[in-house]
C-alpha cells in the first residue's frame, strides 16, 4: 500500500511526465497485444475452429499431362477427393469439404424482405470439424439430401431478419429464388448461410473429379496422427496416379497444418514459415524496445529530480537494494495502469479493425461484415502475456535508470541541483 500511495502521490506532483509515461506504456501494450490477439485470432483454437491444432488443410491442386508435361491446370479440391483419399483414413475423425463464403439472396417465399448474405456450400462433416453454437434446430446431415427443397443452416441476425424470431426452424425461404428449409439457427459468425453441396460432386469419373473449388480439412483423433494422416493421402494420391493415362494429380507438399494454410497464397509455392515467425518475432523485439528506450529516458528524468530525496533516505539508513526495489514497484505501479490502459485500447483497435486484420477469402463473402465478438478475444492468456509485457517494460524502462541514480553517493545525492 506504501509503494501504492507513493506512487500516486508521483503520479500528482509530476503529472506530465507520468502522463506520458502511463501513455508510452499502453501504446507499447497496444502494438504488442494487436500483434499478439491478431496471432491468436488467426491460428488458436478459438471457436468456431476450435480444432486448428489438430486440424489440416488441403485448398489447392496440380493436374499436369502425363505425357504432355507442358499441360498444367491449378485449382482446388472437391468433395471426390476428400471421399477417396481423407475420409478412409482411420487416424481421421470427421472431414468436410466447403466452398468459401460467395454472395447470395435470401428472401421470404413470395419474394419480399430480400436481403445480401454470404453464403457457404459444405457437408454435413462441417458441423463436426467447425463447433458452431446452435440456438435452434441443428445442423444438417445426410437423411436432408434430395427432394426439391433444400435445408439450410442460418445465423441469429438473418432469421430474426426474416420472421422477427430465431425460432427459424422448418420454416421456408428462397435462397437464390430456390426453395429451401431452415434445419438450424447459429449464433453469428463469419458466414451467415450454410447449404449443402450437390451429393454428385463426390462421384468420379475421372482424375478431373479430383478438382473443384473446395477446401478440404481432415480433423485428426489428435496431434499424434497428423504425420500418418500425411503419409496416408499421400499414398492414396500415389495409388490413384498409377492407373491414370492422361493426367496426374499432385497436392503440392499439403495438407497443411493452420499456420501454412492462412499463409499459402500461391497455389504451386507453399509459404515460408521461418520467416513469417522470423518477422513476427523481429516486430515484437521493435515494439517492445523502441518504447522502452524512450521511457528509459522519461524515467531518467524523473530519476534525477529525485537524487536529493534518494540522498536524504541513504542517510537515514536505506540501502542500495532497498531504494532500486521502491523504485521499481512504484515505477510498476504506473506502468501496470498504464498496461491496463493499453490492454482496453488494443481489444479496441483490434475490433476496429477486424475487418482488415482477420478476413481473408476463407471466412467472408462480399455482403456481410466480419463479425467479432469481445468475448472471444477475452483469454487469461492475453492477460497474462500483458503482466508479463508490462513487468519486462518497467525493468527496461526503470531499471537502468534507478540503478544509476542509486549509485550516487549521499553527499552527492544532497548536493544535487
Known amino acids: 500500500m506504501q509503494t501504492i500511495r507513493q506512487a ?7 503529472p506530465l511526465l507520468s502522463t506520458i509515461f502511463i501513455l508510452g506504456t499502453a501504446f507499447a501494450i497496444t502494438m504488442i497485444m494487436a500483434i499478439v490477439i491478431t496471432w491468436q485470432m488467426k491460428y488458436a483454437d478459438i471457436e468456431p475452429e476450435v480444432n486448428r491444432s489438430r486440424s489440416l488443410y488441403i485448398s489447392k491442386m496440380h493436374l499436369q499431362g502425363k505425357e504432355n508435361k507442358g499441360w498444367n491446370n491449378y485449382t482446388a479440391c472437391s468433395p471426390a477427393f476428400m471421399k477417396d483419399c481423407v475420409q478412409p483414413l482411420p487416424e481421421v475423425e ?3 469439404a466447403f466452398v468459401p463464403a460467395s454472395v447470395a439472396l435470401v428472401s421470404m417465399p413470395d419474394g419480399t424482405n430480400a436481403v445480401k448474405v454470404d453464403a457457404m456450400e459444405t457437408d454435413p ?3 463436426k470439424v467447425f463447433r458452431m453454437q446452435f ?17 439450410i443452416v442460418v445465423v441469429a441476425s438473418v432469421a430474426r431478419g426474416l420472421f422477427g424470431t430465431t425460432d427459424a426452424v422448418g420454416k421456408t425461404v428462397l435462397l437464390n429464388r430456390n426453395e429451401a428449409r431452415i434445419c438450424g439457427v447459429v449464433k453469428d459468425v463469419y458466414a451467415q448461410v450454410w447449404r449443402m453441396y450437390p451429393a454428385s460432386l463426390q462421384d468420379v469419373t475421372s482424375v478431373r473429379s479430383y478438382a473443384q473449388s473446395h477446401t478440404v480439412v481432415a480433423l485428426a483423433r489428435s496431434s499424434g496422427d497428423i504425420p500418418a ?6 499414398k492414396r494420391v500415389k495409388d490413384i ?23 499459402h497464397v500461391w497455389a504451386n509455392i507453399g509459404p515460408d ?3 513469417l515467425y522470423i518477422q513476427y518475432l523481429l ?32 542517510a537515514f539508513g536505506a540501502t542500495r537494494s532497498v531504494l532500486i526495489r521502491q523504485i521499481l514497484n512504484e515505477n510498476l505501479v504506473l506502468t501496470l495502469i498504464g498496461g491496463a490502459v493499453g490492454l482496453v485500447f488494443s481489444y479496441l483497435a483490434v475490433y476496429g479493425m477486424r475487418t482488415w486484420l482477420f478476413t481473408n477469402n476463407q471466412n467472408i463473402g462480399t455482403s456481410g461484415d466480419f463479425d467479432l465478438s469481445m468475448s472471444v478475444l477475452f483469454s487469461p492468456t492475453v492477460f497474462c502475456l500483458a503482466f508479463l509485457f508490462c513487468l519486462v517494460i518497467n525493468l527496461l524502462s526503470a531499471g537502468l535508470p534507478t540503478w544509476l541514480a542509486a549509485r550516487h553517493t549521499i553527499v552527492d545525492s544532497l548536493n544535487d541541483k
Not at 500516486?8 to 509530476?14: A, D, K, T, Y
Not at 494422416?229 to 499421400?234: E, L, M, P
Not at 498409377?242 to 494454410?261: C, N, S
Open 94 to 96: 470427421a472431414c468436410t
Open 241 to 263: 496416379n498409377a492407373v491414370q493415362t492422361e493426367m496426374l494429380m499432385d497436392i503440392m507438399e499439403q495438407p497443411d497444418e493452420i499456420v501454412a494454410h492462412v499463409n
Open 283 to 314: 516486430a515484437l523485439l521493435i515494439v517492445l524496445l523502441v518504447p522502452s528506450l524512450n521511457l528509459c529516458g522519461l524515467s531518467n528524468s524523473r530519476m534525477q529530480q529525485r537524487i536529493s530525496e534518494l540522498g536524504v533516505r541513504k
Open 125 to 127: 462433416g462441417f458441423w
Open 8 to 14: 500516486f502521490i508521483l503520479l500528482r506532483q509530476n
Open 229 to 234: 494422416i500425411r503419409q496416408g493421402i499421400a
Open 273 to 275: 514459415l521461418r520467416m
Open 135 to 151: 440456438v435452434a434446430g441443428r445442423g444438417f446431415d445426410d437423411s436432408d439430401r434430395g427432394g426439391d427443397v433444400s435445408a
